[in-house]
T-cell receptor, first 113, second 114 residues
Framework: KNQVEQSPQSLIILEGKNCTLQCNYTVSPFSNLRWYKQDTGRGPVSLTIMTFSENTKSNGRYTATLDADTKQSSLHITASQLSDSASYICVFLRGGATNKLIFGTGTLLAVQP | DVKVTQSSRYLVKRTGEKVFLECVQDMDHENMFWYRQDPGLGLRLIYFSYDVKMKEKGDIPEGYSVSREKKERFSLILESASTNQTSMYLC?????????????FGEGSRLTVL
């Protein structure tokens, strides 16, 4: 079973609307959680980073949240733009000696005019 | 600006051919990684290297080998390509030391094996 599950797998929204992407996890312990944005045909780029003790982190129109009780992280995109069309991947840095990264399978977002 | 360059964006090879994927980073990072990315499976780690001439197997090393002769260059080798190796291959690097887990990725190499 995957330790990180993302939902939905894909999403279509209209330009200007808000959306929320979910990441459910069982990774424990972890040092931090990153959300990456991957444009089509490009490599992923880090958007936000949160440590296990943080609840929220913003980067412009992107806001990531972390709820340790429900083991969920969300990425909220405000006032979407066409350039937000991409895949969004949550990635955990497992705690301990291994420093292993655990990747979600991603959510593909399409923003339509 | 941070730069990870993968030599080939698109390749088409035939079953049984030897395939080299090259990756160069200009950030003097110690750690380098090769991942493959497939729909519904996300990124899976093939091999990584934390120093010149050092290599470690990732989660799916079968059918692949790597070479790290210089700090800036990390090559992925498919000795005998098979159709199930058709995929997007992503190279990444990160510095040693304070571990934040941020990876710097190349643009990817999309390999099709016929």
């Amino acid at each position: 079973k995957n330790q990180v599950e993302q939902s939905p797998q894909s999403l279509i929204i209209l330009e200007g609307k808000n959306c929320t992407l979910q990441c459910n996890y069982t990774v424990s312990p972890f040092s931090n959680l990153r959300w990456y944005k991957q444009d089509t045909g490009r490599g992923p780029v880090s958007l936000t980073i949160m440590t296990f003790s943080e609840n929220t982190k913003s980067n412009g129109r992107y806001t990531a949240t972390l709820d340790a009780d429900t083991k969920q992280s969300s990425l909220h995109i405000t006032a979407s733009q066409l350039s937000d069309s991409a895949s969004y991947i949550c990635v955990f840095l497992r705690g301990g000696a291994t420093n292993k990264l655990i990747f979600g399978t991603g959510t593909l977002l399409a923003v339509q005019p | 600006d941070v730069k990870v360059t993968q030599s080939s964006r698109y390749l088409v090879k035939r079953t049984g051919e030897k395939v080299f994927l090259e990756c160069v980073q200009d950030m003097d990072h110690e750690n380098m990684f090769w991942y493959r990315q497939d729909p519904g499976l996300g990124l899976r780690l093939i091999y990584f290297s934390y120093d010149v001439k050092m290599k470690e197997k990732g989660d799916i090393p079968e059918g692949y080998s790597v070479s790290r002769e210089k700090k800036e260059r990390f090559s992925l080798i498919l000795e005998s390509a098979s159709t199930n190796q058709t995929s997007m291959y992503l190279c990444a690097s990160r510095p040693m030391g304070r571990e934040t887990g941020e990876l710097f990725f190349g643009e990817g190499s999309r390999l099709t094996v016929l």
